[in-house]
């Protein structure tokens, strides 16, 4: 029996409780809540700057002595913020992109010139001011894409919403330095690998670019790294081995790892409310948003081996009648004694990777931890159990989490089979800009809607805000005297201009409230509108007569209009040129290397798959729906009786 599995496991007694005014930990070594606690090892992260990228040198280095409250909540959901570790410096100088260096001498106490964010908590259920531990720099971590097919729209929701929280961030002071890893192993990959007759690494790598083609496409802000699972294995043993210190983790006869649920006193129930009796292997979980990503079975939870039916994989063992060669790990933790430890052949479960990552990158504590709704449940609350387990610190302190994009009533989800990639979903670039502000203009929080009508009234929306910002450089670039103003006296527009500005930053700082920073906007565009409107009226009336005096545009109050227009753009990200996705006609004309002529790309395929679907269950609509969006990427479809459809290129 492995020895965690024989060790004496002492629960604390007392949860720890902190009032409000209860000062953040910075540092510490030892942190004692309470007497009745476990003592563990506590492994400290050593951690060193090389460029931009913190690499990891050996957690086990310089081992330490700490007080662990083990297995109770180590704080109840309604805490202020505790942070705990050794500060980082980023050498990064972009606000969006890591921080700007000298955090060790900030105060942690947000200074006063950075303007106070609110944002729903999903830890404590309300909306709370947000305290990063060292401000102005804030840790942020997200859960990025699994790299085995296209990300569909309903995916991009989700980076669009980290996006929109890191230009805030950024608009209102602070430092973000984003970590968001890359699944490029797991049972789906794997399964496709062999059903393709690819090697894993040929698969993942080609998703992998297709997505960042599709961050480029909407104008995200990348992350300053972008981890795989499969390159941080040996972080990801080195967690399973300090869980098993701690008494949390054991391995099966067969030789799978799994983690002890009913030992971390509080699980299933910090970010959604869940009756521990009801949750049955396999069973579905409702988090509040019609699902969980990967259904309701938990594709890690395979092993009839396991103690508890909750307990949750964190190393599968190889297996030789489904495991391939190219997606096996053999990883050796090294001890303090100098000697090494392998947890036996195998490759990581799903939750794992997340954990890890975040320690490696960002700390045992992270202020930010951003995903979709449907991942609240089992992912996120087995990523806290695991890292809180393993570090004895809490993992994060506030979690942001974001709607569905639907379908009709329906989650759009590759499940479901009613999913729909970017470049499918937006054959053209009016189209991608289009979703982008569909998406950023709404409140983050609620379902959204995902319509042709949507998609076209965003598309309207786009269309005079641009019209609007050619006038402005038009006007603008002719020169004149920019003291005029419109009725000789003080510009309503600069006033206007000067409130709705305001009302913009007051609306992003209360939990990203988009629609209302929206409607700023367009208040702003209005008055420019306007503007133009009495001045063109004039010319009109005065119907070419040179003793009629055409009164002057308000130069000024223009001006501020245009400022105004790039200043909340740093928020909204909506002016600018969509580039080209691979696979598409080059500017001479030639095709590119990757696609000729005759084949047909994987997002029309996509949709003649979706189309198919639909009308299987007799959804006509939702049918010439995908069909006229085939048309309008360059291919028809022809449906063959008792067969597959026929496509081709138009």
């Not at 996705?581 to 949709?607: H, I, T, Y």
């Amino acid at each position: 029996m492995p020895t965690s599995r024989k060790m004496k496991y002492i629960s604390a007694i007392t949860a720890i409780s902190l009032a409000a005014s209860t000062p953040s930990y910075h540092g510490s070594d030892a942190f004692v809540p309470s007497a009745h606690t476990t003592t563990f090892r506590k492994i400290s992260p050593q951690i060193d700057d090389v460029g931009r990228d913190r690499i990891l040198t050996s957690r086990r280095n310089k081992p330490y002595r700490r007080i662990c409250p083990c297995t109770s909540a180590l704080y109840a959901s309604s805490m202020p913020p505790f942070s705990e570790g050794p500060s980082r410096k980023s050498k990064s100088s972009s606000s969006l992109n890591g921080s700007s260096g000298n955090n060790d001498e900030k105060d942690s106490n947000t200074p006063a010139s950075l303007r106070q964010l609110t944002l729903y908590n999903s830890l404590t259920r309300t909306k709370t001011p947000f305290v990063p531990q060292s401000s102005p720099r804030v840790t942020m971590y997200t859960c990025g894409p699994t790299v085995y097919d296209s990300a569909h729209v309903g995916n991009f929701r989700a980076f669009l919403t980290y996006d929109v929280l890191k230009r805030v961030l950024s608009y209102l002071g602070y430092d973000v330095d984003h970590v968001c890893n890359l699944t490029d192993v797991d049972d789906k990959i794997i399964k496709r690998c062999d059903r393709e007759g690819v090697s894993l690494l040929e698969l993942t790598r080609k998703f992998e670019r297709k997505f960042f083609d599709d961050l480029e496409a909407l104008n995200i802000v990348k992350a300053r790294v972008y981890p795989r699972a499969t390159d941080n294995i040996d972080e990801m043993a080195e967690l399973i081995i300090d869980l098993e210190g701690n008494g949390l983790a054991y391995q099966s006869d067969e030789g799978s790892w799994y983690f002890y649920v009913s030992k971390k006193e509080g699980y299933g129930t910090r970010l959604v409310q869940l009756d521990p009796d009801q949750l049955k292997k396999g069973a579905s979980v409702d988090t509040g948003g019609g699902g969980a990503q990967r259904g309701g079975m938990d594709a890690d939870e395979y092993d009839a081996e396991k103690e508890g039916v909750r307990d949750f994989c964190l190393w599968k063992a190889y297996k030789p009648e489904f495991d391939r060669e190219d997606a096996i790990w053999d990883p050796a933790v090294e001890s303090e004694g100098g000697e090494k430890r392998r947890i036996g052949r195998g490759r990581p479960g799903w939750h794992l990777e997340c954990s890890a990552m975040a320690r490696k990158y960002l700390g045992d504590t992270i202020d930010l931890h951003a995903g979709g709704i449907d991942l609240k449940f089992p992912h996120h609350e087995n990523e806290i159990a695991q890292s809180e387990g393993a570090n004895c610190a809490p993992f994060c302190n506030c979690w942001v989490h974001n709607g569905f994009v639907n379908i009709g009533d329906e989650k759009m989800s590759k499940s479901k089979g009613n999913f729909l990639t970017l470049r499918g979903a937006c054959p053209t670039s009016d189209d991608v800009r289009a979703y982008r502000y569909l998406v950023v203009s709404s409140q983050y929080r609620n379902p959204l809607s995902f319509t042709d009508a949507a998609l076209g009234a965003a598309k309207g929306a786009l269309k005079r805000l641009d019209r609007v910002k050619v006038m402005l450089g038009d006007a603008l670039s002719q020169g004149g005297d920019d003291s005029n103003y419109a009725d000789g006296g003080e510009s309503d527009i600069v006033a206007t201009v000067e409130r709705e500005l305001a009302n913009f930053e007051v609306a992003i700082a209360d939990d990203l409230s988009m629609p209302r920073a929206s409607a700023s906007l367009f208040s702003i565009v209005k008055s420019a509108e306007k503007e133009f409107k009495r001045v063109a009226k004039a010319a009109k009336d005065s119907d070419g007569d040179e003793n009629d005096i055409v009164p002057p545009l308000d130069l000024l109050g223009l001006a501020s209009v245009q400022k105004a227009l790039d200043k909340m753009d740093e928020v909204f990200g909506i002016y600018y040129d969509v580039p080209k996705a691979k696979g598409e006609e080059l500017d001479d004309g030639s095709a590119s290397d990757d696609e000729d002529d005759a084949s047909v790309p994987q997002d029309v395929m996509d949709l003649v798959t979706q189309r198919s679907a639909a009308k299987d269950v007799k959804d006509w609509e939702l049918a010439d729906s995908l069909r006229s969006k085939i048309s309008e990427l360059g291919f028809s479809v022809k449906d063959v009786k008792g067969g597959d459809p026929i496509v081709s290129k138009v």
